[in-house]
């Protein structure tokens, strides 16, 4: 089954040509990336318009590439939520009219998902049950995926995603949007131990987690320093603060692999490609019996391989939407609020 796949959630316009869920024919991307960074992060108004611009030869393009035309196309698979409202609507009216005009079944696909089903393209051999570690510009949460398409998530950040603080960090380092990976490229020569970072516990559930106290702290200790004259050891700082971010993270993914029972676990989202995060995982999971999937950075920021990807199995279970099909800026990534944004179709 060949699933024509769009993405347009943020700042990148993506489309691909995914076959079975697992093989990538094309995954043909636009990023805005160099247009947003003259002002420190996107511009939702300017995205829209971008993506209205891509798309479609970006489609012609997968086309194109892949030597195949529009009747091979089986479905059409889009990220109908969560993003930037605007900037999913250009990618779902798309899809939608693309549908309609092959006369083919329209598969929405919830973003988070298609990240996760990132590591399926990677490791062909990959099925759930799993457990998932998504960091994401802005998501940051440990799922546990039962099934393609069922998945309960464990915990969550409270408050912001850990892309986020990634992002402000870096920004205030001066460094260009998105900083993440700057700043984890900086990290590399730094001292993980000069600064002292807050490690936050917020709440009931072990499983959650808070970055905005870690953020505050981050900024204040950068401000403090610019007004006192005090020349940072910038790598260090970075490599402190991406400590920080981990051991946020990891320790709580291995509980959760305990208490689980799970045997493997993997990774999604723009921050999975942070090497610190990568590092920290495949050290704490060596004594314990799990398999750990690591996909590829050029899998862990967004494509619409992905959503090819999850889209493919959002089909075998019959999420399958029609013309009415709305683009939303939040939605949960659980199956219920997939049924009912299907329900308000109907
Ligand atoms: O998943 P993604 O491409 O978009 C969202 O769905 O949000 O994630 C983007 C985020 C940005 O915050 C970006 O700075 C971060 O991923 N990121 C990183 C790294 N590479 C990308 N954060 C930390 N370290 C990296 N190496
Ligand atoms: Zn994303």
């Not at 939702?44 to 030597?67: D, F, M, N």
């Amino acid at each position: 089954m060949n699933i024509l796949a769009v993405e347009s959630s943020c700042d990148e316009t993506a489309v691909a040509i995914v076959r079975d869920g697992r093989e990538v024919l094309t995954d043909c991307i636009a990023s805005q990336v160099e247009l947003h960074r003259i002002y420190g992060g996107v511009v939702p108004e300017i995205a829209s318009r971008k993506h209205i611009e891509a798309i479609y030869g970006l489609a012609e393009q997968a086309l194109e590439k892949t030597g195949l035309t529009r009747q091979d196309i089986d479905a059409v698979a889009v990220t109908y939520a969560p993003g930037l409202i605007g900037a999913v609507l250009v990618g779902v009216n798309f899809a939608k009219a693309a549908a309609l005009a092959l006369d083919k079944p329209l598969i929405p696909v919830h973003h988070i998902r298609g990240h996760i089903a990132a590591n399926y393209i990677a490791y062909p051999e990959l099925k759930p049950p799993f457990l998932c570690l998504v960091v994401s510009g802005g998501h940051t949460m440990i799922v546990d995926v039962r099934d393609y398409t069922k998945m309960e998530i464990l915990g969550t950040s409270l408050d912001d995603a850990a892309g986020e603080c990634f992002d402000k960090v870096a920004r205030v380092l001066g460094m260009p949007y998105p900083g993440g990976a700057a700043l984890d490229k900086a990290a590399q020569t730094g001292d993980d131990t000069k600064y002292s970072l807050p490690r936050s516990k917020p709440g009931a559930n072990p499983y959650d987690m808070s970055f905005s106290g870690l953020k505050t702290a981050a900024l204040n200790l950068i401000h403090h320093a610019q007004q006192v004259g005090e020349e940072l050891d910038i790598p260090s700082l970075c490599a402190s603060f991406s400590a920080a971010v981990s051991d946020t993270l990891v320790p709580r993914v291995v509980q959760a692999i305990k208490q689980t029972g799970r045997d493997k676990i993997a990774i999604a989202g723009g921050v999975a490609a942070n090497s610190r995060i990568r590092k920290d995982l495949l050290e704490a999971v060596q004594k314990l019996d799990v398999q750990v999937y690591l996909p590829p950075l050029s899998l862990c920021g967004d494509n619409a391989a992905m959503i090819g990807a999850q889209g493919y199995y959002e089909y075998q279970a019959g999420n399958i939407a029609d013309m009415h099909l709305n683009a939303y800026a939040t939605k949960s990534v659980l199956g219920e609020a997939l049924a009912e944004s299907l329900q308000e179709i109907k």
